[in-house]
């Protein structure tokens, strides 16, 4: 692997741009524009220092900046490595893919088995109710004025919806209809943070949300899960916000105990902070019900954030927001401000879907599908499976040493992996893999399983 010590780097000492952001400056600019490319190795903070003639605290503070904003990764013990997918628009040529490992915005190339996670089927709806959805969605007229709350019918229905699934004691007035997790995160974001505030995300946790917090300025402060979720001893006492999935930590995959939650809560009540939610993946649970929303017994300190990606497809666009009515109203002039809106005729399309049970028809079925294709990722793998019997991944627990050239391997095989390693801010303290089983075929699963069984050494159990 080419180890990066010929970056035309510089220092001005005469400018007023701190040192280390003068050099996370010129590293971010060369990783956005293709001089750096992912999976490519940085030399240690050490050399770097050597190399400006700057001390290494200045160069571990770019590192550390450029890890929060998710340009880097750094995998255990072997260094910093420009991140997987910084590089998101070339074409996906096997050995592109392969390089890149756990690359996530382009599809695999055809014949490759792809146990990423992320990604639902998005086969599997029926066509009709489909159909019927758009045709409803065209007879609406245009509205020249669209509500940043989202459409009054819309909100009703999603509350409805909540208050049966989730247990939310929510009404309409709670509800703002979003594009999805993402959107909704921003949007509080936008509203609740700023430079100088620090946001809390999960170690390990969802990457796109460090990316979110840190795009509105905030400093993002890792949070360290345990196989159950969310420690609350470790969280400081400063954030303003913190992101968390309760449900189904990602990727661990842990359910937060209700003791944990009343402690959570009791804590951002000490603190004042804003715990967002992350419900990402709750309609798929294949055991028993799933614990019912965080939201629902505080509903002064919790954000819900709620999305059809993983039920229909993040290509639907649609998702929601719930919130204390005074956070929400200042969330709605942020979104005017902002001129960010949800289109009205998806907002359409998905209320018929709810009105006539085509969501919840297609729910019951994609259950059966994902519950057997988990199963045989537990069939395969059974000992190193770790994460509640819910959502559309597991995690595979494996010893440090062995992940980076097991999923080497299997990518020579055409199986295409992520890790765990790559979910972290800081240094990995969890190691394995993050299997998803959304986008591929029983069939696929299997067969992924069965390389992945290959190339685990007899001692890694
Ligand atoms: C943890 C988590 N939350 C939410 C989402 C969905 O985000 P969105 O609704 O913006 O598509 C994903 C998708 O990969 C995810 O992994």
């Given at each position: ?19 280390a ?5 010129q590293?971010?600019e060369a ?47 072997s260094?910093?490595?420009v991140?997987?997918?910084t590089?998101?628009?070339e ?10 490992g ?24 029926d ?5 019927r ?14 509500d ?33 997790t ?10 609740l943070?700023g ?29 360290p ?11 400081p ?20 105990p ?82 960010d ?25 994609m259950r059966?599908?994902?519950?057997r ?5 537990v ?9 509640d019997?819910?959502?559309l ?7 440090a040493?062995?992940v ?26 969890v190691h ?10 029983r ?19």
């Open positions: 692997m080419r180890v990066t010590i010929d970056l035309p780097l510089t220092v001005d000492r005469e400018s007023p741009v701190p040192l952001a003068q050099v996370a400056g590293l971010r990783m956005r524009t293709g001089r750096l490319r992912a999976g490519e190795r940085l030399p240690s903070t050490r050399a770097l220092a050597a190399l400006l003639g700057v001390s290494r605290t200045v160069a571990t503070d770019a590192y550390q900046q450029l890890y929060a904003e998710g340009w880097l990764d750094g995998r255990h013990g260094g910093t490595y991140a997987d997918d590089l998101p628009y074409q996906p040529g096997a050995q592109a893919v392969e390089a890149r756990a690359a996530r915005r382009e599809p695999a190339p055809p014949g490759w088995v792809d146990l990423r996670p992320g990604r639902p089927w998005v086969f599997g709806y066509t009709a109710a489909w159909r959805a758009w045709r409803s969605a065209g007879e609406l007229a245009l509205n020249a004025f669209p940043p709350y989202g459409h009054p019918e819309l909100r009703e229905l999603l509350a409805d919806h909540l208050r049966r699934a989730r247990a939310v004691p929510v009404g309409a007035g709670n509800v703002m209809v979003t594009r999805g993402g959107n909704g995160l921003d949007l509080i974001a936008a509203t943070l430079p100088g505030s620090r946001a809390g995300v999960e170690e390990p946790g969802w990457r796109a949300a460090r990316r979110i917090f840190a795009s509105r300025g905030a400093e993002v402060v890792p949070c899960v345990d196989e159950q979720g969310v420690i609350v001893e470790a969280l006492d400063d954030l303003r916000v913190l992101y968390t999935t309760p449900a189904h930590q990602f990727p661990v995959g842990g359910r937060l209700i003791p944990r939650r009343e402690k959570l809560l009791a804590w951002a009540r000490r603190t004042g902070a804003i715990v967002v939610e992350d419900d990402y993946d709750a309609e798929f649970r294949y055991d028993v019900a799933p614990l019912p929303a965080l939201y629902g017994l505080d509903p002064g300190r919790v954000v819900l954030l709620g999305t059809l990606s993983k039920s229909l497809g993040p290509d639907v666009g649609l998702g929601w927001l719930v919130a204390p009515a005074d956070l929400l109203d200042a969330v709605a002039e942020r979104r005017m401000h902002l001129a809106r949800t289109s009205g005729p998806v907002q359409r399309a998905v209320a018929t879907l709810l009105e006539r049970g085509d969501l919840d028809r297609h729910l019951r079925r059966l599908e994902y519950a294709r988990r199963a045989a990722i069939e395969a793998l059974g000992p190193y499976v770790r994460g019997t819910a959502g991944h597991v995690m595979v627990s494996l010893p040493g062995v980076p050239g097991l999923v080497r391997r299997a990518g020579e095989r055409g199986v295409l992996l992520d890790t765990t390693e790559a979910h972290h801010q800081g240094p990995p303290r394995g893999l993050v299997l998803g089983y959304g986008s591929a075929s069939a696929d699963v299997r067969r992924g399983c069965a390389v992945i069984r290959e190339l685990i050494p007899p001692e890694g159990a």
